[in-house]
């Protein structure tokens, strides 16, 4: 039996006992979705870091470096945090340093917490990753980003899909409000979820900033089946 908790944003993962127990992070427009998909094309590894002070430096050690804040790329590095940055062959074999706004810091938020298992939570490997965990039979916590510490509706969905997902293969205990929310919302959005989102902040910040084409691949629902965790501290293929 699996216990499932949804945290709604990382301003309240303290409330939570995650030592031991496997973290899903989050953050579905964009961070997450652009870790998996850069392992899914290739990519030997993503370290993720909580300044572009720390990324630049990952520079002089062979990494691409890769930055966002607030939707935007910041200059001075190879990429920004758009999912078809990775693709094509351009981080294939490549290890990258990335820091965005709010996805990043949540990874090291678990591995500081001692976590047993951290992964990077898309929709795009939803299937792939709902297995993974089932086969693990170790509790779950999946750790919502959010947008600077509020809760958000995106990464709200994504955690409801993937509760139900594991809730469908294998026997889940679920008693928490935040999980049982969660799994309700996606059931309301589950038929168009880029429909859904349109009212959202972040789907209309994004928008302005011309990102539309990203949103769409993002919530694109198991597409690909490569799992993504960390190991030794840098986000890897493990499925
Ligand atoms: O907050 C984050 O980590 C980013 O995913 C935000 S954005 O989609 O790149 O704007």
């Known amino acids: 039996m699996i216990n499932i908790e949804v945290v709604l944003s990382p301003a309240l993962l303290h409330l ?53 804040r607030d939707g935007n790329k910041l200059e001075g ?4 945090n758009s999912p078809f940055e990775c693709m094509n062959g351009k981080v294939q074999g490549k290890s990258i340093a990335l820091t965005t706004t709010n996805g990043t810091k949540c990874i090291e938020a678990a591995e500081n917490a001692r976590a047993r298992n951290v992964y990077s939570g898309s929709f795009l490997n939803l299937k792939a990753m709902a297995l993974k965990l089932a086969s693990e039979q170790t509790d779950v916590i999946l750790l919502c980003a959010g947008w600077k510490d509020s809760f958000n509706l995106e990464d709200t969905l994504f955690a409801g899909a993937l509760a139900s997902e594991i809730s469908s293969l294998t026997e889940t205990d679920i008693d928490c409000d935040a999980a049982l929310m969660s799994m309700d919302i996606y059931n309301l959005a589950k038929s168009d979820l880029v429909g859904y989102l349109k009212k959202s902040s972040h789907y209309k910040r994004l928008s302005h900033l011309h990102h539309e084409e990203d949103m769409v691949y993002c919530l694109q629902h198991s597409v690909f089946e490569t799992v993504t965790g960390l190991v030794d501290s840098e986000m890897k293929k493990i499925v």
């Open 77 to 80: 590095f190879d990429m920004g």
């Open 16 to 68: 939570s006992n995650v030592k031991d127990k496997n973290v899903v992070v989050i953050d579905i427009l964009r961070a997450t979705s652009t870790i998996c998909t850069a392992i899914h094309h290739g990519a030997s590894s993503i370290k993720a870091l909580r300044t572009p002070e720390e990324a630049k430096l990952m520079s002089s050690h062979g990494y691409i470096t890769a930055a966002e």
